[in-house]
């Protein structure tokens, strides 16, 4: 779903641009008729997709909109499937949106290429004092910020709540968790008769090994003394992964079935009792609001925790400017509008995640039992930076190193210390391009 469509509203580049032309007028790029002197046009890519996050965020344009004749903001959808080799074609092709939708670590190559505006002086003192440090730092590469995190979503287990009390297993909370090696014997306890005490939906697994790593103290990426990263894998790197390796192989308490699947594909096996458990992103809550048969009680549970507690690694939501936006001021303004505590939550609410602005986290509507949104407010705190965020060169090393090597120890076919050689030799090789 690459979207190409970069506004080209009145400009004949032939007949993919007359296309373009055709998208934009009938999705509002003719901006209504209006074409008053001395009125700044934005151009707003969102990446929302899940229809509440859909309307959350066209409404708010129409509220800027309607307060702010003399700024007006289209909103261009864009898709998360495409969005880094979408934007990297409208940067070099000088039609890059004003306003950037995407995602922390999708950002290091873009804020190191010069393609996004240092946000430094553009953003006011309320936003910068709201939002958190070791948010912050999510988006921050050398001196420069380069996006506002502002929707952050930690990685939870969804659980059958019926049979995870049947069982006599301790119920993990926020105050007091399962270790790692307590979450193995839960999952053993839990499996049998075809039944599995757990299902990881790797088809993606790198996010997933990385962020719940910050949990047992691994990082897997360091710095050398000129500041340049490099891959270590270290006790703390191995818990997760082998933990993982072990339900799968030796335990048989993780269904290899689900290693290649994406987060969805796994609830009809989690609805149908197939699964215990599944750890999915704090957004899947609402497919399984939305898809859940009638009577299905389900639970959220904290994901475990190792030597340093509940600590994981988010890659969060940001909106960034483009460096050749010649109207900066104007779209940091319209971002501060979009990041303000109250629309922040409606944000939020929209894609089912949690905020990164302090007063939005304390939002009553974010601390409910209900369908586990106290659970996630509760994480808000343990969440960290994403160990490669600022890794230059981590996309190549993601898809042609780590991803393969994961999917491959996980399914048995290599052992610890072969998964050790891809991702620290194999995988150094490539992050050295990066480093002249």
Same mark, same amino acid.
């Given at each position: 779903?690459?979207?190409?469509?970069?506004?080209?509203?009145?400009?004949?580049?032939?007949?993919?641009?007359?296309?373009?032309?055709?998208?934009?007028?009938?999705?509002?790029?003719?901006?209504?008729?209006?074409?008053?002197?001395?009125?700044?046009?934005?151009?707003?890519?969102?990446?929302?997709?899940?229809?509440?996050?859909?309307?959350?965020?066209?409404?708010?344009?129409?509220?800027?909109?309607?307060?702010?004749?003399?700024?007006?903001?289209?909103?261009?959808?864009?898709?998360?499937?495409?969005?880094?080799?979408?934007?990297?074609?409208?940067?070099?092709?000088?039609? !890059?949106?004003? +306003?950037?939708? &995407?995602? =922390?670590?999708?950002? /290091?190559?873009?804020?190191? %290429? *010069?393609?996004?505006?240092?946000?430094?002086?553009?953003?006011?003192?309320?936003?910068?004092?709201?939002?958190?440090?070791?948010?912050?730092?999510?988006?921050?590469?050398?001196?420069?910020?380069?996006?506002?995190?502002?929707?952050?979503?930690?990685?939870?287990?969804?659980?059958?709540?019926?049979?995870?009390?049947?069982?006599?297993?301790?119920?993990?909370?926020?105050?007091?968790?399962?270790?790692?090696?307590?979450?193995?014997?839960?999952?053993?306890?839990?499996?049998?008769?075809?039944?599995?005490?757990?299902?990881?939906?790797?088809?993606?697994?790198?996010?997933?090994?990385?962020?719940?790593?910050?949990?047992?103290?691994?990082?897997?990426?360091?710095?050398?003394?000129?500041?340049?990263?490099?891959?270590?894998?270290?006790?703390?790197?191995?818990?997760?992964?082998?933990?993982? !390796?072990?339900? +799968?192989?030796? &335990?048989? =308490?993780?269904?290899? /079935?689900?290693?290649?699947? %994406? *987060?969805?594909?796994?609830?009809?096996?989690?609805?149908?009792g197939k699964y215990a458990m599944v750890p999915l992103g704090f957004s899947y809550r609402q497919q399984i609001v939305r898809q859940a048969p009638p009577g299905f009680e389900w639970t959220v549970l904290p994901a475990p925790a190792g030597s340093a507690g509940l600590?994981?690694?988010?890659?969060?939501?940001?909106?960034?400017?483009?460096?050749?936006?010649?109207?900066?001021?104007?779209?940091?303004?319209?971002?501060?509008?979009?990041?303000?505590?109250?629309?922040?939550?409606?944000?939020?609410?929209?894609?089912?995640?949690?905020?990164?602005?302090?007063?939005?986290?304390?939002?009553?509507?974010?601390?409910?039992?209900?369908?586990?949104?106290?659970?996630?407010?509760?994480?808000?705190?343990?969440?960290?930076?994403?160990?490669?965020?600022?890794?230059?060169?981590?996309?190549?090393?993601?898809?042609?190193?780590?991803?393969?090597?994961?999917?491959?120890?996980?399914? *048995?076919?290599?052992?610890?210390?072969?998964?050790?050689?891809?991702?620290?030799?194999?995988?150094?090789?490539?992050l050295a391009r990066y480093r002249r």
């Amino acid at each position: 779903m690459r979207d190409r469509e970069h506004g080209l509203c009145g400009r004949a580049f032939g007949v993919v641009a007359a296309l373009g032309l055709l998208l934009g007028l009938l999705t509002g790029c003719s901006g209504g008729g209006s074409d008053a002197p001395g009125v700044v046009r934005l151009r707003f890519q969102s990446l929302a997709w899940q229809k509440e996050s859909v309307d959350a965020t066209k409404a708010l344009v129409k509220e800027w909109n309607a307060a702010h004749p003399a700024i007006q903001v289209q909103y261009v959808q864009g898709s998360w499937d495409t969005v880094h080799d979408q934007l990297l074609t409208a940067f070099e092709g000088g039609e !890059a949106p004003d +306003v950037i939708h &995407d995602a =922390s670590d999708d950002l /290091a190559d873009f804020a190191y %290429g *010069g393609y996004l505006a240092d946000l430094n002086g553009l953003l006011p003192s309320r936003l910068k004092a709201d939002i958190p440090a070791q948010s912050w730092q999510t988006a921050t590469f050398g001196k420069g910020v380069y996006g506002v995190p502002f929707l952050q979503e930690p990685r939870v287990l969804i659980a059958n709540a019926k049979v995870l009390k049947a069982s006599g297993a301790r119920i993990p909370t926020p105050e007091q968790p399962w270790t790692w090696a307590e979450f193995r014997q839960v999952t053993k306890k839990l499996s049998g008769d075809g039944k599995y005490g757990v299902a990881w939906p790797l088809k993606e697994p790198v996010s997933v090994t990385l962020n719940l790593g910050l949990s047992a103290g691994g990082r897997l990426f360091a710095r050398d003394a000129d500041g340049r990263a490099k891959v270590e894998f270290t006790a703390g790197d191995a818990v997760v992964p082998d933990t993982i !390796a072990t339900q +799968v192989n030796t &335990d048989r =308490s993780a269904a290899r /079935a689900t290693l290649g699947m %994406g *987060g969805s594909d796994t609830l009809p096996g989690f609805f149908g009792g197939k699964y215990a458990m599944v750890p999915l992103g704090f957004s899947y809550r609402q497919q399984i609001v939305r898809q859940a048969p009638p009577g299905f009680e389900w639970t959220v549970l904290p994901a475990p925790a190792g030597s340093a507690g509940l600590d994981q690694g988010v890659s969060p939501q940001t909106l960034s400017v483009a460096q050749d936006s010649p109207h900066k001021k104007e779209a940091a303004e319209f971002v501060d509008f979009l990041l303000r505590p109250a629309n922040m939550v409606r944000l939020a609410e929209g894609d089912w995640m949690l905020p990164t602005g302090t007063e939005a986290l304390k939002d009553p509507a974010l601390h409910t039992a209900k369908d586990g949104w106290a659970t996630g407010a509760a994480l808000a705190p343990h969440l960290r930076s994403a160990p490669a965020q600022s890794v230059r060169g981590y996309p190549e090393w993601k898809d042609k190193i780590a991803t393969p090597a994961l999917q491959e120890y996980y399914s *048995g076919a290599i052992d610890a210390a072969g998964l050790r050689k891809r991702l620290v030799q194999d995988g150094n090789r490539v992050l050295a391009r990066y480093r002249r």
